[in-house]
């Protein structure tokens, strides 16, 4: 936003095209036994819009913008939380064979 | 060190968290980890962003008071329910929890860029171009990712769709579109009507995508809007000057589009057949003669039939799930092993409801993951299985999809049940699957159908064998 925080368009660009690139190589190599923990995990991951919101929330300046910054920062922590208590409640439940009895 | 420094160092720390974790979460055995370091990163980013306070925009000093606690009261509120409906959630309704979560994303990206818009804070082609980009994709995602739990929890039902649908949302993403180019070309100075229609247009869009599509393509649907909200997060944390809303949204974004591809094929779908089509609405009845009967046989018997065998292979469908009789089988199997019998599981990719989640359904079943195999892991090993057993499959093991050129699923990849020297079909009644195609699993030579509730079916199986070893426990 303001001069100092900016990112330039191509500085972006970089930061996308890693980022892109890490997320696939992530989710590519993944088994597909772990694909909806995984939606999930990556659905809290997202979560961190709570933070942009809060942001936004803190600096609004008019009625308008606090009731907006409010719906967001709301909908942004229960992504965030909601997203992980169930990932965390699936990915629990995940465990191997009981060490060989006997 | 100034607050500044230490948020952006925060941010860091919490990225570095994220995509760790994630990396993590792409094993069985370091999963739980995975998300554990991850939450961590999350606590890091939300506790360094209340240091914002400290350097506020000069107009918005006179509400700083009512922001922070509105703030508070908001994140209270938002994490309180969530943590409570994610606690309760019953596992077989994770998929529409995982959307309804996603939508409350993709609602704080658009609102994100709301307070850009209708305060005309954005300045710049590329910086207003990205926040009406992430404002129509988060609106968009809001919105349908509701109508997708909405579906799948059964509160709203049937397909939704009439004669120039496509026409008529066409035009109003092109409408969207142009709101949005005119917004960027006026330097953000647009009154808030416009920007208003802009994004109760793109919440209508999003509805408009989702209500004609079917439960079985919901999975789909719910991942891509998942990317979706990924995007959104990214592009409005380029607005906003945060990196690592950039990198997090990115890596979700191009990793749920990932997903989003590998369901869909699966499935034997495209993304765009998906979104744009009727799925089966034009095969009509005509699906060729079926040679055979169903012949049905009794429970105990295939159980004990089982008992006998060497070697077992389940293939579980949603039905399972919906039949609560995941327990049950996992008691049968343990009896089976006790016997010495070898016994397997063969999980079709989209089996439950979206891929991997009846791994999931049978974990919380406590059965190992390792016995437990993939599609392609396991399909040439049924030739060589003494019994097949399906319970609540239907559509992933009909081999029409293999052999009937005229068959709506031809082309899908199937469990290769059929190949085994002996298939039980666990059934409710003569129904068709999802699809609506008949299945000629059903009627083959060396398939037996065991009709009833899976649940009870399984409870007459274990009676069976145990009373055959002697009725000891």
Do not use: C
């Not at chain 1, 979560?47 to 920062?73: H, M, P, R, Y």
Request: charged content about 15%; cysteine-free.
């Amino acid at each position: 936003m303001d001069a100092t925080t900016a990112i330039t368009g191509f500085v972006a660009l970089y930061i996308f095209m890693l980022a892109a690139f890490t997320g696939y190589e992530i989710i590519g190599r993944v088994p597909s036994i772990l694909h909806t923990p995984l939606m999930s995990g990556s659905n809290f991951i997202h979560g961190i819009v709570v933070v942009g919101a809060l942001w936004a929330l803190v600096n609004a300046s008019s009625t308008l913008e606090q009731a907006i910054g409010f719906f967001g920062v709301l909908l942004g922590a229960g992504n965030a939380a909601g997203g992980y208590v169930v990932t965390e409640r699936m990915l629990e439940m995940f465990k191997p064979s009981d060490k060989k009895k006997g | 060190m100034t607050a500044q420094f230490i948020i952006d160092a925060s941010f860091i720390v919490a990225t570095l968290l994220f995509v760790y974790g994630l990396k993590r979460m792409s094993s069985p055995v370091t999963a739980r980890s995975g998300i554990v370091v991850a939450g961590v990163g999350m606590i890091v980013a939300v506790a360094a962003s209340f240091l914002y306070i400290a350097d506020v925009n000069p107009k918005a000093e006179p509400f700083l008071t009512t922001n922070i606690t509105l703030a508070v009261i908001a994140l209270a509120v938002g994490l309180g329910w969530a943590w409570w409906s994610g606690k309760k959630v019953a596992m077989t309704e994770m998929p529409q929890m995982v959307a309804l979560y996603n939508g409350m994303g993709g609602g704080a990206a658009a609102a994100i860029a709301a307070i850009e818009l209708f305060g005309h804070k954005a300045h710049g082609d590329i910086i207003l171009g990205m926040a009406v980009l992430g404002g129509v994709i988060g609106a968009v995602s809001l919105s349908g990712s509701m109508i997708a739990w909405a579906k799948l929890d059964g509160r709203v039902n049937g397909v939704w769709r009439f004669p120039g649908l496509q026409a008529v949302n066409g035009l109003i993403l092109l409408t969207i579109l142009g709101i949005g180019a005119w917004t960027v070309y006026q330097g953000g100075n647009v009154g808030p009507e416009l920007i208003t229609a802009f994004f109760v247009l793109s919440l209508v869009y999003g509805v408009m995508m989702a209500m004609p599509i079917g439960g079985a393509d919901m999975p789909v649907v719910i991942s891509l809007f998942n990317a979706f909200t990924g995007l959104a997060v990214g592009f409005e944390g380029y607005v906003i000057g945060n990196p690592a809303l950039m990198v997090a949204g990115m890596v979700v974004g191009s990793a749920g589009t990932l997903l989003t591809l590998l369901m869909a094929k699966a499935m034997n779908r495209s993304v765009s057949n998906v979104l744009f089509s009727n799925f089966g609405a034009t095969g009509g009845e005509e699906q060729g003669e079926i040679k055979g009967s169903m012949k049905p046989v009794d429970a105990g018997d295939a159980g004990i039939n089982m008992r006998y065998a060497s070697k077992v292979i389940i293939a579980p469908g949603y039905g399972l799930a919906v039949a609560q009789a995941q327990h049950k089988l996992f008691e049968f199997v343990k009896l089976l092993q006790d016997a010495g019998v070898e016994v397997k599981f063969a999980i079709h990719p989209v089996a439950g409801r979206m891929p991997g989640h009846m791994n999931v359904l049978l974990a919380e079943a406590g059965v190992p993951y390792d016995i437990i195999y993939d599609m392609e892991d396991i399909n040439n090993e049924f030739k060589e299985a003494d019994v097949a057993i399906v319970i609540g499959a239907n559509d992933t093991v009909n081999p029409a999809a293999r052999t009937n050129k005229s068959s709506p699923i031809y082309g899908m990849p199937i469990l290769n049940v059929d190949m085994a020297k002996q298939v039980y079909v666990v059934k409710r009644g003569q129904g068709k699957g999802y699809s609506g195609v008949e299945n000629e699993l059903f009627f083959q030579d060396n398939t037996n159908m065991v009709y009833g509730d899976a649940q009870k079916v399984m409870v007459q199986m274990i009676q069976a064998v145990k009373s055959l070893d002697g009725g000891g426990h």
